[in-house]
Nanobody, 114 residues
Protein backbone atom coordinates (compact mmCIF):
# COMPACT_ATOMS: atom_id res chain seq x y z
CA UNK A 1 0.00 0.00 0.00
CA UNK A 2 1.66 3.21 -1.19
CA UNK A 3 1.18 6.27 0.96
CA UNK A 4 1.66 9.78 -0.39
CA UNK A 5 2.40 12.52 2.12
CA UNK A 6 2.46 16.12 0.93
CA UNK A 7 3.84 19.00 3.00
CA UNK A 8 5.18 22.51 2.76
CA UNK A 9 2.04 24.49 2.06
CA UNK A 10 1.03 27.65 3.85
CA UNK A 11 -0.14 31.23 3.59
CA UNK A 12 2.01 33.55 1.51
CA UNK A 13 1.62 36.97 -0.05
CA UNK A 14 1.47 37.38 -3.80
CA UNK A 15 4.98 37.31 -5.22
CA UNK A 16 6.22 34.98 -2.51
CA UNK A 17 7.60 31.46 -2.69
CA UNK A 18 6.91 28.05 -1.23
CA UNK A 19 8.53 24.65 -1.65
CA UNK A 20 6.27 21.64 -1.51
CA UNK A 21 7.46 18.11 -0.79
CA UNK A 22 5.82 14.77 -1.38
CA UNK A 23 7.16 11.51 -0.04
CA UNK A 24 5.96 8.16 -1.35
CA UNK A 25 6.38 5.17 0.89
CA UNK A 26 6.29 1.56 -0.17
CA UNK A 27 6.76 2.05 -3.89
CA UNK A 28 9.33 1.69 -6.65
CA UNK A 29 9.49 5.46 -6.72
CA UNK A 30 12.48 5.88 -8.99
CA UNK A 31 10.86 4.05 -11.92
CA UNK A 32 7.68 6.15 -11.94
CA UNK A 33 6.81 9.46 -13.55
CA UNK A 34 5.45 11.65 -10.75
CA UNK A 35 3.26 14.70 -10.91
CA UNK A 36 1.85 17.56 -8.93
CA UNK A 37 -1.83 18.40 -9.15
CA UNK A 38 -3.99 21.05 -7.53
CA UNK A 39 -7.62 21.68 -6.73
CA UNK A 40 -8.73 25.24 -6.23
CA UNK A 41 -11.91 26.35 -4.47
CA UNK A 42 -14.92 25.17 -6.47
CA UNK A 43 -12.72 23.71 -9.20
CA UNK A 44 -11.80 20.27 -10.43
CA UNK A 45 -8.39 18.84 -9.73
CA UNK A 46 -5.92 19.81 -12.44
CA UNK A 47 -2.48 18.64 -13.46
CA UNK A 48 0.28 21.17 -12.74
CA UNK A 49 3.61 19.52 -13.57
CA UNK A 50 5.31 16.17 -13.89
CA UNK A 51 8.78 14.67 -13.96
CA UNK A 52 9.88 11.48 -15.67
CA UNK A 53 12.13 8.86 -14.07
CA UNK A 54 14.98 10.40 -16.07
CA UNK A 55 14.26 13.99 -15.01
CA UNK A 56 12.32 15.30 -17.98
CA UNK A 57 9.74 17.88 -16.92
CA UNK A 58 6.47 19.33 -18.18
CA UNK A 59 4.33 22.17 -16.87
CA UNK A 60 0.89 23.59 -17.40
CA UNK A 61 1.19 26.91 -19.21
CA UNK A 62 -0.04 28.94 -16.23
CA UNK A 63 2.98 28.00 -14.09
CA UNK A 64 5.76 27.87 -16.67
CA UNK A 65 8.71 29.99 -15.62
CA UNK A 66 7.45 30.18 -12.02
CA UNK A 67 7.31 26.57 -10.77
CA UNK A 68 10.04 23.94 -10.85
CA UNK A 69 9.48 20.25 -10.24
CA UNK A 70 12.35 18.03 -9.10
CA UNK A 71 12.88 14.67 -7.48
CA UNK A 72 15.26 12.88 -5.14
CA UNK A 73 14.95 9.16 -5.80
CA UNK A 74 17.13 8.27 -2.80
CA UNK A 75 14.54 9.94 -0.57
CA UNK A 76 11.45 8.82 -2.54
CA UNK A 77 10.53 12.50 -2.67
CA UNK A 78 9.29 14.87 -5.33
CA UNK A 79 9.41 18.64 -4.87
CA UNK A 80 7.61 21.65 -6.30
CA UNK A 81 9.39 24.97 -5.97
CA UNK A 82 6.83 27.71 -6.47
CA UNK A 83 8.01 31.28 -7.06
CA UNK A 84 6.17 34.48 -7.97
CA UNK A 85 3.00 33.06 -6.51
CA UNK A 86 -0.33 34.52 -7.56
CA UNK A 87 -3.74 34.46 -5.82
CA UNK A 88 -4.97 32.12 -8.55
CA UNK A 89 -2.41 29.53 -7.38
CA UNK A 90 -4.47 29.10 -4.20
CA UNK A 91 -5.41 25.44 -4.00
CA UNK A 92 -4.81 22.15 -2.26
CA UNK A 93 -1.77 20.59 -3.90
CA UNK A 94 -1.37 16.86 -4.34
CA UNK A 95 1.24 14.57 -5.82
CA UNK A 96 0.68 11.24 -7.52
CA UNK A 97 2.02 8.87 -10.11
CA UNK A 98 1.14 9.98 -13.63
CA UNK A 99 -0.38 6.67 -14.70
CA UNK A 100 -2.07 3.96 -12.64
CA UNK A 101 -2.43 6.44 -9.84
CA UNK A 102 -2.15 5.59 -6.19
CA UNK A 103 -4.73 6.51 -3.58
CA UNK A 104 -4.57 10.28 -3.17
CA UNK A 105 -2.93 11.74 -0.08
CA UNK A 106 -4.38 14.52 2.05
CA UNK A 107 -2.69 17.25 0.05
CA UNK A 108 -1.19 20.47 1.33
CA UNK A 109 -3.03 23.80 1.32
CA UNK A 110 -1.45 26.76 -0.45
CA UNK A 111 -3.10 30.13 0.06
CA UNK A 112 -1.82 33.20 -1.75
CA UNK A 113 -3.11 36.55 -0.55
CA UNK A 114 -3.25 39.59 -2.77
Amino acid sequence: QVQLVESGGGLVQAGGSLRLSCTASGSTFSSNAMGWYRQGPGKQREWVADISPFGGTRYVDSVKGRFTISRDNAKNTVYLQMNSLKPEDTAVYYCNRISHQYTWGQGTQVTVSS
